[in-house]
């Protein structure tokens, strides 16, 4: 995604006595050029601030503001080069003017100089220590150079600056996202989102985060929203042709996917999407088409030449499919998609011992291939039964921690065998399981998995405690949220239907749990909860407890940002 910019005005900042130094016409052209820039009319605000700056008597001051402005203006026409002279100049006029070091400095991000342009920001903030858009278009600069932690250091000074502004939220979601942490990106994005409905940056992100986690229902709604206001962009149409795939609504993405194609007719990624569709439901000769399309367009797709040696199989070509999975290999020895259905391949040309061998890579490259040991299964093939695999500390109510090969740490249960909830990590060192509630009646099916989310790199007193909110009902984790960080606890603040967490900075967020019901068990706004009756905002108050009925449900404007 394109980074954010945070380009600031400077004319108006300045004080009455210093402007009172121009020349009445020069200031006069400079505030009808800063007018044309609030408009947009770029060229016609240049030709303003030319005028202006012909004044021999205009002082410094105010000539680097009027330059800045100009400078701003030529970046709006994609002058960029242009637009940096103009800040250069301003610069040497007034060495301590920190907006135009924080444009100078997105100019360069633009310029692909993000390390020079860090300096820049790094200028602005030495100037300007309250300067939240020079924080955050800093953190875009760190993020683009993989310096994660310190991106999301930059984004939180960014969003305690500027707790009402949209921008450094988003942001700070990108970096968690960056950082392995799609829970806590989605909540960043979400607030984005609460300040400023039409952030069309933070919708894309979200839907993203929401792929990532596969949830995929949630992604439709963001993508649909962002397709109502940018209809002719491809690559939301991909996006939400894949959700609808995995949840298996194939008519659906096939039709997202003709779209994608014909508003990019060479796009590879949205032919060998409408082919992995077609060959679900079995269109064959429509599934080879696109996939070969797809190769034609990248050659070296393992994905489509898997998808496609899959559809060749089922065409009964199986050499052929033979050429497709080997080229795949070649490049992805290991992929254990490809050896089930090379041993497939195998299966279908009678020679079975190589199907043996390669059902037993997969397998052993992912266990999670079903179809493989089904296939050894069939063919009598007796397999080990896989060691059970111990936790390393003892379980907390049936709750343990496993560790993935992708370095993600995995919390299950026996009794839910259809959760993995995914522990986010907020410092070092590895999660520990410390309490598991389950809620009742309005909120029945939510379970409440605290853990130890680490502990602070530098400080080993701190650490940070987080509780994944579960829904047993949908087997799904609804939300990531913080319980305290050290000493410092975060309020939950419990209704009927949600919960609003506000976390140890002061920043709130609402997690929805359940429709709304229609009726509160004759108890007005109270609710029960872990064995007592709880008001609105989470304050206790008991009651005797009532007949149980069945739950209900299962510089200023656009011109410091772009």
């Given at each position: ?248 609504r194939y008519n659906f993405a096939i039709k997202d996917l003709s779209k994608a194609i014909s508003l990019d007719p060479d796009s590879a990624d949205s032919y060998r999407g409408r082919g992995a569709a077609f060959l679900k439901i079995k269109q064959l000769d429509k599934a080879r088409e696109d996939l070969s399309m797809a190769l034609i367009l990248n050659p070296d797709d393992a994905g489509a030449l898997i998808e496609r040696a899959n559809t060749y199989l089922l065409l009964g070509v ?245």
């Amino acid at each position: 995604m394109k980074h954010a910019h945070a380009f600031a005005l400077g004319w108006l900042i300045i004080l009455p006595s210093i402007a009172s130094a121009a020349t009445e016409d020069a200031v006069l052209r400079a505030r009808e050029g800063a007018a044309n820039l609030l408009r947009g009319k770029y060229s016609e605000a240049i030709a303003s601030f030319d005028t202006a700056l012909k004044a021999s008597d205009l002082a410094d001051v105010r000539r680097a503001n009027v330059l800045n402005d100009r400078g701003v203006a030529k970046w709006r026409l994609k002058m960029t080069k242009e637009a940096i002279a103009d800040f250069n100049k301003s610069v040497e006029l007034f060495p301590d003017y920190a907006i135009v070091y924080n444009n100078r400095g997105n100019a360069l991000m633009d310029l692909g100089e993000p390390e020079q342009a860090i300096l820049d920001f790094s200028r602005a903030i030495e100037l300007a220590p309250g300067y939240g858009a020079a924080f955050n278009n800093r953190g875009n600069a760190q993020l683009v150079l993989e310096r994660k932690e310190e991106a999301l250091r930059d984004f939180r000074k960014a969003v305690q600056l500027m707790p009402t502004n949209a921008v450094p939220f988003n942001g700070r979601g990108k970096a968690h996202t960056a950082l392995g942490r799609p829970f806590a990106g989605v909540r960043d994005f979400s607030r984005a989102l609460a300040l400023n409905a039409k952030y069309t940056g933070a919708r894309k992100n979200r839907g993203a985060a929401y792929l990532e986690l596969e949830r995929d229902g949630d992604a439709v709604k963001d993508y649909t929203e962002l397709i109502a206001q940018q209809p002719e962009l491809s690559k939301l149409y991909i996006a939400r042709g894949s959700a609808y795939a995995r949840t298996r609504r194939y008519n659906f993405a096939i039709k997202d996917l003709s779209k994608a194609i014909s508003l990019d007719p060479d796009s590879a990624d949205s032919y060998r999407g409408r082919g992995a569709a077609f060959l679900k439901i079995k269109q064959l000769d429509k599934a080879r088409e696109d996939l070969s399309m797809a190769l034609i367009l990248n050659p070296d797709d393992a994905g489509a030449l898997i998808e496609r040696a899959n559809t060749y199989l089922l065409l009964g070509v199986a050499e052929e499919a033979l050429v497709d999975v080997d080229k795949a290999l070649s490049s992805e020895s290991g992929n254990a998609k490809a050896l089930g259905v090379r041993g497939q391949i195998y299966e279908a040309l009678g020679r079975f011992e190589d199907a043996v061998n390669d059902y037993k890579a997969s397998l052993s490259a992912d266990p999670r291939q079903y179809a493989a040991r089904i296939r050894l299964q069939k063919m009598g093939v007796v397999l080990p039964r896989p060691p059970k695999q111990k936790p390393a500390e003892k379980p907390v109510k049936g709750w343990w921690v496993r560790r993935t090969p992708a370095g993600h740490y995995i919390a299950t249960n026996q009794r839910y065998p259809k959760m993995r909830v995914r522990l986010e990590m907020y410092g070092t060192g590895k999660p520990q399981i410390l309490d598991w509630t389950l809620m009742k009646y309005s909120l029945q099916g939510i379970g409440l998995l605290r853990y130890n989310a680490g502990v602070q790199s530098d400080d080993s007193t701190r650490r940070y405690d987080y509780t994944a909110i579960i829904d047993l009902w949908k087997a799904r984790v609804v939300a990531v949220e913080p319980h305290a960080w050290g000493q410092r606890k975060a309020r939950w603040d419990w209704k009927m239907a949600s919960v609003v967490v506000t976390d140890p900075d002061g920043v709130a967020n609402e997690v929805t749990l359940r429709k709304a019901p229609t009726d509160t068990f004759g108890q007005g706004d109270q609710f029960w909860f872990n064995d007592g009756w709880w008001a609105q905002g989470g304050r206790p108050a008991p009651q005797p407890r009532p007949r149980r009925r069945k739950p209900s449900g299962g510089g200023l404007f656009d011109w410091l940002f772009q």
